[in-house]
């Protein structure tokens, strides 16, 4: 209240909203000033000011690609720390590296290998990569039965990303699977992340019904007073590159399906207690069953798959099963169809090689399945509803009894072959 004394506080945002909000009298006398993080061209000013030192305490030259590098990828890839701060830890890592390894040069090609170590993400297409990208409809066929319109939209969008046509401020891509249960919608979720990050787990999957009633934002993004840490801010700290499959996404409430329109069209997602989660790594792919008795009935009727795939959108919205603004946000809306019975023979043969694989490598035995059986299995395990949902209880109940009962009875050695024509 003196008139002759000026302050000056400095605080974190957080720090700020919990001592003003219940303090009258800090909200009368300080007015809130909010400093930004520095952007491009003055934040490069201010690392070419402040790198003097480290280049003095290292003993290296530090490069202007460098510094422009840094500025470019590491707000991009590295989201839990402030410019110039995070720019300034880069740089003095590289350096860092380049004085152990006798290097007199920090480049950009050194800050590139410093952030992908510090966010977890590849940022050069390297040679694997490149074969994967150029490769990878061939490669999800040999796991996804059908459904080539998925698999090319999959292909086509990481495609663009990887190849820098993509701003960096949204997903890696992001689709709605539609389509009856059993027909490969959660299938191409788990080999796109075998496939293109190299590991099953980098698959978070969330059973979207958990999230259907009043407490679902919670439990997915947090609590308010304690700061507990909710579902996806785990998920995504532990694999900031992965696939996010929101399977059977119209069970959620409205309220999550709200809060999901920021992440799938920012990349981004605000907990309850204000901590940012980053996305922009990642793939989304949301999975509906919604609509899949249209899509059987119509299909049936000769319709064409494209006129299906546009009206079943249509109705959707219609039926308020989905809002507009929500569907409008996905790069893709990807219509999934019922399997035929050629096509359930294909899921038997890939899901037989499977276990021939595992076979060979914990007993070195050779499986080998007649195709007389393998056509029985797929008749038996083929459902136009259900899709292949059922199979996998066919094949454990009657194919993996039929090849124990063979191990025990015939006892074979390691690097024989097992051969089975009947149950």
């Known amino acids: ?69 840094t500025v470019s ?3 991009r890839y590295i989201k839990d720390q402030s410019s110039p701060s995070r720019e300034l830890n880069v740089i003095e890592a590289a350096s860092t590296i380049a004085h152990r390894n006798g290097l007199k040069i920090v480049d ?33 066929h040999t796991r996804v039965v059908g459904q080539d319109e998925a698999i090319k939209q999959l292909s086509d969008a990481l495609m663009r990303s990887r190849s820098g046509l993509t701003s960096g401020q949204r997903p890696t891509a992001s689709f709605m699977f539609l389509g009856p249960t059993g027909v490969g919608k959660t299938e191409t979720a788990k080999a796109l992340a075998q496939i293109y990050f190299g590991d099953q787990s980098k698959l978070i999957r969330l059973d979207m019904a958990e999230y259907s009633d009043e407490n679902g934002l919670v439990k997915l993004l947090g609590q308010d007073k304690s700061k507990a840490p909710g579902v996806l801010y785990d998920a995504i700290q532990r694999n900031p590159s992965s696939v996010l499959l929101l399977d059977e996404i119209e069970k959620s409430s409205r309220d999550v399906q709200n809060a999901l329109l ?7 997602l605000t907990t309850n207690y204000g901590k940012v989660l980053d996305f922009t790594n990642s793939i989304i792919i949301a999975s ?3 609509g899949a008795d249209y899509i059987v009935d119509q299909l049936g009727k000769k319709v064409t798959f494209a006129e299906v795939s546009k009206n079943l959108v249509n109705q ?31 899921v038997v043969q890939i899901q037989v090689d499977r ?3 595992k076979l060979q490598q914990e007993k070195q035995i050779a499986l080998s399945v007649s195709p007389e059986l393998l056509d029985r299995l797929a008749t038996k395990g083929y459902d136009p509803i259900f899709g292949a949902r059922a199979l996998e209880r066919i094949l454990r109940a009657d194919l993996e009894t039929a090849i124990a009962r063979a191990i025990i009875a015939e006892q074979p050695a390691p690097g024989t072959k097992l051969t089975l024509r009947s149950l």
């Open 108 to 140: 950009e090609n050194l800050i590139q290998q410093v952030i992908e170590e510090e966010s977890h993400v590849p940022i050069q297409v390297n040679k694997t990569e490149q074969e994967t990208l150029l490769n990878l409809v061939p490669e999800l």
């Open 1 to 69: 209240n003196r008139p002759e004394l000026r302050i000056i506080a400095s605080t974190l945002p957080d720090s700020q909203i919990e001592l003003v909000k219940n303090n009258q009298l800090l909200r009368d006398h300080f007015t809130s000033i909010e400093v930004s993080a520095p952007e491009g061209n003055d934040l490069t000013k201010i690392l070419l000011t402040d790198i003097d030192s480290i280049e003095h305490k290292y003993s290296v030259f530090i490069s202007y690609r460098a510094i422009k590098s």
């Open 355 to 357: 276990l021939s694989a």
């Open 316 to 346: 959707l919205m219609a039926q308020k099963i989905y809002l507009p603004e929500f569907l409008n946000r996905f790069d893709g809306i990807i219509v999934y169809t019922p399997l035929t019975l050629e096509q359930m023979r294909q």
């Open 288 to 290: 509906s069953n919604a």
């Open 73 to 75: 990828l590491a707000s």
């Open 262 to 268: 920021s992440l799938i069209d920012e990349g981004r």
